[in-house]
C-alpha cells in the first residue's frame, strides 16, 4: 500500500505561483496514475490533473488548463503541481492521488489560499 505526503501549500496572492510536490511511499510509484484533486469549502472534490504510467500524458480539468502543469519524477517517488496565474476560485485543499488497478490511495492535502 502506498502512502502519499503532500507539500508546498500556502497563501499567495492573485497572479502568483506555487509548486506543491506529493511524494510516495510503500509502492511502486511508476506504477501509479498521479492525480491532482482539490476541494474548496462548502464544494465537492473535484479533478484537477493526472498524469499517466507511460508517456507523462497528462489530463487536466477545463478550469486550469494553461495554468497548471503536472509533472512526474520517478526516481525521486514524487509528483508535482506548478500552479501559475492563481486566482481567488484556485482557494481550497489540495489532495493528490494514486491509482493502480482500481485502487486508490489519497494524502491527507495540503491547503492552498490565494487572497490579497
Known amino acids: 500500500q502506498v502512502q502519499l505526503l503532500e507539500s508546498g501549500g500556502g497563501l499567495v496572492q492573485p497572479g502568483g505561483s506555487l509548486r506543491l510536490s506529493c511524494t510516495a511511499s510503500g509502492g511502486t510509484f511508476s506504477n501509479y496514475v498521479m492525480s491532482w484533486y482539490r476541494q474548496a469549502p462548502g464544494k465537492e472534490r473535484e479533478f484537477v490533473a493526472a498524469?499517466?504510467?507511460?508517456?507523462?500524458?497528462?489530463n487536466y480539468a477545463d478550469p486550469v488548463k494553461g495554468r497548471f502543469t503536472i509533472s512526474r519524477d520517478n526516481a525521486k517517488n514524487t509528483v508535482y503541481l506548478q500552479m501559475n496565474s492563481l486566482k481567488p476560485e484556485d482557494t481550497a485543499v489540495y489532495y493528490c492521488k494514486a491509482r493502480r488497478l482500481n485502487s486508490d490511495y489519497w494524502g491527507q492535502g495540503t491547503q492552498v489560499t490565494v487572497s490579497s
Open positions: 498524469i499517466f504510467t507511460i508517456g507523462g500524458i497528462t
